[in-house]
T-cell receptor
């Protein structure tokens, strides 16, 4: 089954404790991206990757890092999480940047 | 500046009635537009897209959308709503660099039986 898999689904952590949210896709997509969803704000892009080893900032990249060492994986790293990063995070992939996105089921992160 | 607006936070319709979820956009050049649906505790699912061509676009689950260039709108429609259509709907626009989707704030559709 074609899918984007994110883990974990739920995560509660404390300020400053480094964490990684994993994302993997099995569709051989070139493009991958991370979004955060906040009430009343819709979804905003954090980072994106057009291909392996090519990543770039989206609209809200502060406090986040990503890497794209393999085509299928695109982890999101929070080196020092803060409460304002409490949000619902989505990983997505597509054939290219203007193709329909396939979304994972989301990771709900709470930083206390 | 590129932007997407969904003017209604919530739309309420009765089952069997037609539904419309509104979306307007702002972009210089030709827009690439999408509609997505989000069910509780799930990721967004693609419904339909407009790239070019026919102004009436048909998508999944009986949904369609009407592109209107003069009004810069891309409204989502369905002739007969189902209770199972109740969900959060997002309109989105591809940015000019082709690297991201710009999303509206979302519209909650509630279909009553």
């Amino acid at each position: 089954e074609a899918q984007v898999t994110q883990n974990p689904r739920y995560l509660i952590t404390v300020t400053g404790k480094k964490l990684t949210v994993t994302c993997s896709q099995n569709m051989n997509h070139e493009y991958m991206s991370w979004y955060r969803q906040d009430p009343g704000l819709g979804l905003r892009q954090i980072y994106y990757s057009m291909n392996v080893e090519v990543t770039d900032k989206g609209d809200v990249p502060e406090g986040y890092k990503v890497s794209r060492k393999e085509k299928r994986n695109f982890p999101l790293i929070l080196e020092s999480p803060s409460p304002n990063q409490t949000s619902l995070y989505f990983c997505a992939s597509s054939l290219q940047g203007n193709s329909p996105l396939h979304f994972g089921n989301g990771t709900r992160l709470t930083v206390t | 500046a590129q932007s997407v607006a969904q003017p209604e936070d919530q739309v309420n319709v009765a089952e069997g009635n037609p539904l419309t979820v509104k979306c307007t956009y702002s972009v210089s050049g030709n827009p690439y537009l999408f509609w997505y649906v989000q069910y509780p505790n799930r990721g967004l699912q693609f419904l339909l897209k407009y790239i070019t061509g026919d102004n009436l676009v048909k998508g999944s689950y009986g949904f369609e959308a009407e592109f209107n260039k003069s009004q810069t709108s891309f409204h989502l429609k369905k002739p007969s709503a189902l209770v199972s259509d109740s969900a959060l709907y997002f309109c989105a626009l591809v940015n000019q660099a082709g690297t991201a989707l710009i999303f509206g704030k979302g519209t909650t559709l509630s279909v009553s039986s």
